[in-house]
């Protein structure tokens, strides 16, 4: 994957740092108060433990499916075939570890920072827990098992997530004739409310089919309130990456939804 993807990671990088000031200067320029500089900052430590996490473990990650694929009674070749095969796959896969990440409380305690946002901008998309790359492998098992190769499935997981960060904005509205196939920001939007009607809801990564195939499937009706159902946590990183963590020893349950 370092081979495939490692010459374009500063070209992406600074890709996204320009789409990042470019909405941050929408954002003023309209009084839309989306950026708070305390958040943002908070954002950006919590993205530089994530990416060390990142660094560490996908290795480790690797590993995991090439151990389960091991196990597969057929391989797929690399191909095209193979590559769109792996995309659907963990497409399909990332809905139902998206869902039990928001249903059960000990995946919940690992994904809880990523809502604890009280705004919605692109610095908000890497809110990331730094351990959760020690559980996402085991959620794309299946794929291993059904022999689809390894290093496909880890690049359609990154590619997945990169995605998503486009997601998480204001800045566009609803798009026509797209809405409820695909992933839009509008929906994603939905999926970081807090309120009643749109918690628990748009757990697609790129794909809306799996969210209305399953009834969890909502357009934004109303105005989006972000944040948790508790309220604000803080915005130390320390305290946000752990407090999930605490609430799990605790025996709290309070997931959203």
């Not at 963990?90 to 995946?107: G, K, M, N, P, V």
Request: net charge positive.
């Amino acid at each position: 994957m370092k081979h495939l993807l490692g010459p374009y990671r500063v070209w992406v990088f600074l890709f996204l740092i320009i789409l990042i000031v470019v909405e941050a200067i929408w954002s003023w320029r309209r009084d839309r108060e989306n950026y708070d500089l305390k958040e943002s900052l908070t954002n950006t430590s919590i993205l530089a433990g994530y990416i060390t996490s990142k660094i560490v473990t996908a290795a480790y990650q690797l590993a995991i499916l090439t151990f389960f694929s091991s196990f597969a009674f057929y391989h797929f070749q690399p191909g095209i075939s193979a590559i769109i095969l792996s995309f659907l796959a963990t497409d399909f896969l990332y809905y139902w570890y998206h869902r039990a990440s928001h249903t059960i409380q000990f995946f919940w305690a690992f994904h809880v920072v990523h809502h604890s946002s009280t705004s919605m901008n692109l610095t908000a998309a890497y809110r990331i827990n730094w351990f959760s790359a020690f559980i996402t492998p085991y959620f794309f098992i299946p794929a291993a098992l059904l022999g689809l190769p390894p290093l496909y499935i880890a690049i359609s997981v990154s590619l997945n997530l990169l995605y998503q960060f486009f997601m998480h904005t204001e800045a566009v509205g609803k798009i026509p004739l797209i809405e409820g196939i695909i992933d839009t920001p509008s929906a994603h939007r939905v999926h970081h409310g807090s309120n009643a009607a749109y918690i628990d809801k748009n757990y697609g990564g790129v794909f809306m089919i799996w969210d209305r195939l399953f009834g969890t499937y909502q357009p934004e009706t109303e105005p989006v309130k972000y944040g948790i159902t508790t309220g604000f946590v803080s915005y130390n990183p320390f305290k946000l990456i752990f407090h999930g963590f605490g609430d799990l020893v605790k025996g709290k349950i309070n997931y959203k939804g």
